[in-house]
């Protein structure tokens, strides 16, 4: 996981390069086997060197083509190498190197903003062209990789990280309310904002161009909602997903050093894993070593290690369980003062890895299973596509499966409720759900634990309820596939999930969130991702013969939800929301998030999955008070309270 800061003075101004250097400095975790810095004039860029394929080790960092004049500091990876050299090779542009940053460069020569939608990969990249005098930056189109910028008066800055952004003194930290606003009540809606005024993130499948002119933003890469994949037999989409699959892991598994795997004992890490062990055996690939880990529950609804233990009988490697916990409170207020953003969640760090990962040099890649719930979960959308289609009886029967799905899945929310929202609502026309709006119930409120003139404020509402316009889909199942793809959480959660591998010098890659995959999953028909009772069909059907038959068959899922309110309870409970600086700001309503937690706290008490409905609020309001105290109260132990009530009653 590699680094990338720019200065741009646009204005004409020497560029300090000074300013580069601090931003480099501050994520030496990426940076493991390098840096360097390039400044000329109005423009500094540097690049943290973290090697993670056989090709890196001949990478200058920055790569500078000296004949063009180009400069690129790029994080990322290349997939469809061997493709594109050819390519450019044919249209007269030598690839030398064969490094993933001269591909790019020369893909950019060849085909200027259009070079990034025929890069297959994860890629976050700021190209200075001297020549046009602009800069040229991408992400890929999921936003695997992390790219942030701000856009100042006569200077622009971009970085890996956010945080890396505020060693330009000129960049003031001031809270963005409305991106608080959404963090509150749930997860971000928009896909550009960050929690501090002025500081964006690219859009994934964006670029930009900045100049003296200012600053040019395009989407470069969509769906397309109208490519189909037809076959004749379920067998045949198996197939074409297995061969696709194996090509995916094939490109992912490309390292210099070790790779490690997580392995949960669900679906999809176990098809990661198994589908690497039988490429490892057929001889195409060579990994110096591989292993997996698991964080091992031995109760509840997260404990999966019978099934891991399954994997390991069929394909024995290094393996390592590591105990579940909760991080101190200690290590949150670290977290939250170095990268200046939300701590984790619990259901992503709620083990201490630094055991395993944290003194190693002969590791550099770690495999995670994000996405495959995204693209092959089954959803309550296709009770609209039943509906419409008349197919009562199906619908019955989807229902009854889906009102007893077992731990592991959303709750279910009541037939009628689910009926209404998701059978019957979606079929209205927009305009008469407008027209009917003001007659069928009040005016939408804020959720209750935000102060009502804050959420009118930040025009709350409106951002949570825009309307979107989306292409003509095959169904509404198809249709909610391109909303997740679109969403606002997706790269969110993907920036969260790289800072913490980063920070064990690894680079994260997530097979199912190659975009092969992702065009695959919404070409096929939705029966082949899910039929009533059957989630992720086509990637259970393709795994015949690879993965364990328990695994394969098997319907449940690990659920970490309940980390959420045993991390609230092991910080503190209700005595965290006790003091809270988001309610002198006028964000929080004390009263309110006190009764929400006592309410998710009783009905966690006693299993009940309304719990969830609240659970992740609570958890962001506990955040965003953490990081208001750090960030902008220079509070160092904002909970001291807390421990010193825990202290007084022990």
């Not at 910028?149 to 952004?165: R, V």
Request: hydrophobic share 40%.
């Amino acid at each position: 996981m590699s680094g990338i800061a720019v200065l741009y003075q646009w204005d004409g101004a020497p560029a300090d390069r000074s300013t580069v250097e601090r931003m480099i400095d501050v994520i030496p975790y990426r940076s493991v086997d390098g840096f360097g810095v390039w400044g000329n004039g109005p423009v500094a860029i540097g690049h943290a060197k973290l090697q993670t394929t056989p090709e890196a080790a001949a990478e200058t960092s920055p790569f500078v083509d000296e004949a063009s004049g180009l400069v690129l500091s790029m994080d990322g990876r290349v997939d469809n190498r061997g493709e594109l050299a050819a390519q450019l090779n044919s249209h007269g542009h030598r690839v030398r190197t064969g490094t993933d940053a001269e591909i790019v460069l020369r893909a950019w020569q060849c085909w200027g903003t259009e070079a990034p939608a025929r890069v297959i990969g994860d890629f976050a990249f700021a190209l200075w062209d001297p020549s046009k005098q602009e800069l040229f930056c991408a992400r890929d189109p999921l936003g695997v990789k992390s790219f942030y910028y701000f856009n100042g008066p006569g200077f622009f800055l971009c970085a890996s990280e956010l945080h890396q952004l505020f060693q330009e003194p000129r960049v003031v930290r001031r809270p963005n309310e409305p991106a608080i606003a959404e963090m509150l009540v749930r997860l971000p809606v928009d896909r550009e904002e960050t929690l501090f005024e002025g500081i964006r993130r690219l859009e994934p499948a964006h670029y930009l161009k900045v100049s003296a002119r200012g600053v040019e933003r395009r989407r470069y890469y969509d769906l397309d909602a109208s490519r189909e994949i037809t076959y004749r037999s379920d067998d045949e989409y198996s197939d074409h997903f297995l061969q696709l699959f194996k090509e995916v892991m094939r490109c992912q598994l490309r390292s210099n050093k070790g790779v490690a795997s997580d392995l949960s004992g669900g679906l999809d890490s176990g098809s990661i894993v198994c589908v690497t062990e039988q490429l490892r055996r057929d001889g195409e690939v060579q990994l110096p070593n591989f292993e997996t880990f698991t964080v091992r529950f031995d109760t509840g609804p997260a404990a999966e290690a019978e099934y891991v233990e399954e994997v390991l009988h069929k394909y024995p490697h290094r393996h390592t369980y590591l105990p579940p916990g909760m991080a101190p409170l200690s290590q949150l207020i670290a977290q939250v003062a170095h990268y200046l953003d939300l701590p984790d969640f619990p259901n992503s760090a709620c083990a201490d890895y630094t055991p395993l990962l944290g003194n190693r040099n002969d590791l550099r890649v770690r495999l995670t299973g994000l996405g495959g719930d995204e693209w092959f979960g089954s959803t309550y959308a296709a009770y609209a596509d039943l509906l419409k289609q008349f197919r009562i009886v199906a619908l019955w029967r989807r229902l009854r499966i889906d009102r007893n799905q077992p731990a592991g899945f959303p709750p279910f929310p009541g037939y009628a409720k689910a009926l209404v929202w998701s059978g019957v609502l979606p079929l209205v026309p927009y305009r008469l759900k407008a027209a009917l709006r003001p007659w069928l119930r009040r005016p939408a409120e804020p959720p209750a634990l935000v102060v009502p003139a804050f959420a009118a404020r930040t025009k709350l509402m409106d951002r949570l309820s825009a309307r979107q316009l989306w292409p003509r889909c095959r169904s509404f199942a198809h249709r909610d596939l391109l909303r997740c793809y679109s969403s606002g959480w997706l790269p969110y959660a993907l920036e969260m999930d790289a800072r913490w591998t980063a920070g064990f010098r690894l680079e994260g890659r997530n097979p199912f969130l190659d975009r092969r995959i992702l065009e695959f999953a919404f070409a096929i028909p939705d029966n082949q991702r899910f039929r009533p009772g059957v989630s992720k069909f086509v990637l259970r059907n393709s795994m015949r013969g690879i993965l364990p038959e328990r695994i394969r068959l098997r319907s449940s899922k690990a659920d970490l939800t309940e980390l959420h309110p045993m991390a609230l309870t092991a910080l503190g409970g209700e005595r965290l929301f006790d003091r809270l600086n988001v309610v002198k700001n006028g964000w929080v309503d004390g009263v309110a998030v006190r009764r929400l937690y006592r309410s998710m706290a009783e009905a966690f008490s006693r299993r009940d999955p309304s719990y969830m409905g609240n659970v992740l609020e609570l958890w962001n309001t506990f955040a965003v008070e953490l990081w208001l105290n750090v960030v902008f109260l220079g509070v160092s132990d904002p909970f001291k309270h807390v421990t010193e009530t825990s202290a007084a009653a022990l």
